[in-house]
């Protein structure tokens, strides 16, 4: 989900500089279209992941005129099926409002595994985005989670990550998709589960609530168990991550699949040097589930501003009218 270690920036000093060069060509195209009596007034969001793809149109006011959804959107993991899944939201919106891309004023994509600015350029070209900035998804998922406060955000969906947002920079870590990263997210609390009843199979951890819960879905069957896992991607896995976290409270081994989780995001946060007096925000399907284990003495937690889609269209309304 980003980039090598050698070339990180901050990533606010990322999005300004992608802006800009976007904002450059969109002052010609925009002359071109005036000239041509097409009103450029409406912004453009779109928020992809492992598990699905949300588009949205807002006018200059912020706005929702149109809305749309997609599949799984992972540009690393499938690019061309997030290039389906990216043109089937943005088409169900632009139905939705009765519009086209001539009258976007400007766009930003928000989408996991959008690793290299070839990929980017590649998108933008295949599917024909028009004053568009398309990057990775950490972003608008910053922006959608924290608006322009200052504050740390927890990202717990298919993947994870964990940035900090303070005195106007922007750092995050993790994010590295699941082979390599991805600790606490979903798709790797999911893989753990299974691990952990695989397990508890060979009579290494007690067969507790998870393993006996996780067996019955697959009637019993542990080779069923391996088939599942040659093939499954990180959604499939994020799928089994709710039964983890729902049998925590009363199996040792699934509380301790939470804790080497939390134990993960406090390092995290350690290595971006997060101040406790901050809030702390908690994103993605899994942010409900695992706020009690992070608990801590003078921890502020905080409520998501927004979405990832609505950290998307604040950043296409910023490009297109500061």
Not at 269 to 281: H, I, R
Not at 298 to 311: C, E, H, M, T, V
């Amino acid at each position: 989900m980003h980039k090598q270690a050698g070339e990180l920036q901050a990533i606010a000093d990322m999005v300004a500089a992608l802006v800009r060069p976007a904002l450059l060509a969109q002052t010609a195209r925009q002359s071109w279209s005036e000239a041509a009596g097409v009103k450029q007034n409406l912004c453009l969001g779109v928020d992809g992941g492992g598990s699905g793809c949300r588009a949205a149109l807002c006018d200059a006011q912020g706005q929702i005129v149109g809305v749309g959804f997609g599949g799984p959107a992972n540009a690393t993991s499938d690019f061309d099926g997030a290039c389906g899944s990216v043109a089937d939201a943005i088409a169900q919106a632009m139905d939705a409002a009765g519009t086209d891309m001539e009258h976007v004023a400007a766009g930003f994509l928000g989408l996991a595994g959008m690793r290299k600015p070839g990929q980017a350029q590649d998108m933008i070209a295949t599917l024909n985005l028009l004053r568009c900035t398309v990057t990775e998804d950490r972003p608008t998922m910053i922006a959608g989670a924290l608006g322009d406060s200052d504050g740390a955000v927890v990202a717990l969906g298919t993947g994870s990550f964990v940035g900090v947002a303070s005195g106007g920079i922007v750092r995050a870590v993790g994010g590295w998709g699941l082979q390599l990263s991805d600790q606490a997210s979903a798709a790797w609390i999911g893989r753990a589960g299974l691990s952990a009843t695989l397990e508890a199979v060979d009579n290494m951890l007690p067969m507790g609530p998870m393993a006996h819960a996780l067996l019955a879905r697959w009637q019993g069957d542990t080779d069923a168990i391996v088939d599942f896992a040659a093939k499954a991607r990180p959604a499939d896995y994020g799928s089994i991550a709710p039964l983890v976290t729902r049998t925590a409270k009363n199996d040792p081994a699934a509380a301790d699949i939470l804790r080497q989780a939390i134990l993960w995001i406090e390092r995290a946060l350690a290595a971006l040097a997060y101040d406790s007096q901050l809030p702390l925000v908690l994103t993605g399907g899994l942010g409900a589930a695992l706020e009690p284990w992070m608990a801590r003495d003078g921890r502020q937690f905080a409520k998501p501003a927004g979405s990832a889609l609505d950290g998307a269209l604040l950043l296409a309304r910023r490009a297109a009218w500061g």
